[in-house]
């Protein structure tokens, strides 16, 4: 642990809350996806149906910052994967600090590396988009992100200070790439092409699609990992009858 994660988590352990009604309600807002990416893609809907001069162009930016948060969190995990594996702060026995404990399960926790956040990075990222298409509204996405989304998990000793920052660092700087007048329109123009032929589906798909970002697509990878196991129980010989 650097001496920034220590000054910081020392800060907030510190001044950490005693009443257990509160922290239960810090617990909440971590483990629910409606304190974390529903208001963000509530305003790029927004955004989406307000219209105005810059109709197209906002189009074409919310279509960026979605993709942009899909790219994060592939991005995430890749680095979460090929990074040296970094223990959680609650779990990590060299980290001298108590934090209120989360009501996440456990058994996942465990096996993914605590660097980079993709919390972080995911909803920074989508935050980043906002605040390039609506300055104010945008702002109040980072901070509602920096709070909600980031301080939180650090508070309960999900993420070590330095995940948080680094996570969301690089979604801002994935956003500002994928956003850029000579990258946007390579992938956002098809798409606005195929939802104006065939808007029906597009926006059921978009509304699929924005369900599974919110939840981080939970329901997906469980999925998936159920039927990894079922899949490695089934390659595994059969015990010899007696």
Not at 165 to 185: E, K, V, W, Y
């Amino acid at each position: 642990m650097n001496s920034v994660d220590g000054a910081i988590q020392e800060f907030l352990t510190t001044h950490a809350f005693t009443s257990d009604v509160v922290n239960h309600a810090i617990r909440t807002i971590a483990d629910f996806s409606l304190f974390k990416g529903l208001f963000p893609v509530a305003i790029l809907w927004w955004v989406w149906f307000r219209g105005g001069k810059r109709g197209l162009w906002e189009k074409e930016m919310v279509i960026a910052t979605f993709a942009s948060g899909l790219c994060a969190l592939a991005v995430g995990r890749l680095l979460a994967h090929f990074l040296p594996f970094r223990e959680r702060p609650i779990y990590d026995p060299t980290v001298p600090f108590h934090f209120p404990l989360s009501g996440t399960s456990e058994s996942i926790l465990r096996t993914w590396s605590s660097f980079p956040s993709d919390h972080a990075m995911l909803w920074m990222a989508v935050s980043t988009g906002i605040f390039l298409v609506w300055r104010w509204v945008g702002a109040l996405a980072m901070a509602y992100t920096a709070i909600f989304v980031c301080l939180v998990r650090v508070y309960l000793g999900l993420h070590f200070p330095t995940d948080v920052i680094g996570g969301a660092i690089i979604g801002m700087l994935i956003t500002l790439i994928m956003t850029r007048d000579a990258i946007r329109p390579l992938y956002t123009t098809p798409i606005l092409r195929v939802m104006m032929r065939f808007p029906a589906p597009c926006y059921m798909l978009a509304f699929l699609f924005c369900f599974e970002l919110v939840t981080q697509f939970d329901e997906i990878r469980m999925i998936g990992q159920s039927m990894h196991k079922v899949l490695e129980a089934g390659r595994e010989p059969a015990s010899p009858s007696l």
